[in-house]
């Protein structure tokens, strides 16, 4: 279950609360945390990269969309505006993960390979809790021409699930397809907390890209301490 913190006005998940790690989905209202930033240079393609006491005192993680660690107390940021944020946790490994991807990342299987990158760092998939954070939703998320043909292309499975028709316009919703993908990749469906609203539509929560055109972004983060 996803639940809104009204002190701290990010969204928490319920499950990945459960494991003990902190973490939240932020909003444009909440603060953004202090310690130990580790933050990605998110270039919408499918590099991940794991943070270890080698590589930690870079700046900043270029060319990456999906990172996890082992470490503690380092903070593990995702930026998000209508594109999805996941976060991945599993307490028997103690390993935690983010990930950001929109249309291009979908498409890329980001979330899929997330889950084969923590397997190979001997984490059990049926142990790994994972939430799929606040992005544009089917209310909002207009698709047409290449980009539709490549989901329908990339997705034959999916098509009857994650486009919802509305008149003449097709609508895509990312995060249920992000949803699918992790099942997919072996992911528990009592494991996954689904973020119920869309990025769009809730202007007093969040930025969107989509709406306002601009940079601004939201972090959402986890951390063990
Ligand atoms: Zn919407």
């Known amino acids: 279950m996803i639940i809104f913190d009204p002190r701290n006005?990010?969204?928490?998940?319920s499950k990945l609360r459960d494991t003990g790690y902190t973490s939240s989905f932020g909003t444009r209202l909440s603060r953004?945390?202090?310690n130990h930033r580790i933050v990605m240079k998110q270039v919408h393609g499918d590099k991940i990269v794991k943070i270890t006491a080698q590589n930690i005192d870079r700046e900043k993680f270029q060319n990456t969309d999906g990172m996890i660690t082992r470490l503690n107390g380092v903070t593990l940021i995702?930026?998000?505006a209508d594109c999805?944020?996941?976060i991945f946790a599993d307490t028997l490994?103690?390993?935690l993960g983010v990930s950001h991807q929109g249309w291009r990342g979908t498409l890329?299987?980001?979330p899929?390979?997330?889950?084969?990158?923590l397997a190979k760092e001997g984490v059990q998939k049926e142990n790994i809790i994972v939430a799929i954070g606040p992005s544009i939703s089917a209310c909002c998320y207009k698709i047409y021409g290449d980009r539709l043909d490549l989901f329908r292309k990339t997705f034959p499975?999916?098509?009857d699930r994650i486009f919802i028709k509305n008149n003449n316009d097709i609508f895509l919703n990312l995060g249920y397809l992000a949803y699918l993908q992790l099942v997919d990749a072996g992911i528990q469906k009592n494991n996954i907390d689904y973020f119920p609203f869309c990025t769009s539509c809730h202007k007093d929560h969040f930025y969107s890209y989509n709406r306002d055109k601009s940079t601004k972004r939201m972090e959402s983060w986890i951390a063990k301490y």
């Open 9 to 13: 006005r990010v969204y928490i998940s």
């Open 32 to 34: 953004n945390p202090q």
């Open 78 to 80: 995702v930026k998000t």
């Open 84 to 86: 999805v944020p996941i």
């Open 93 to 95: 490994s103690s390993i």
């Open 108 to 110: 890329l299987n980001l």
């Open 112 to 117: 899929l390979k997330m889950v084969n990158f």
């Open 157 to 159: 499975r999916y098509v």
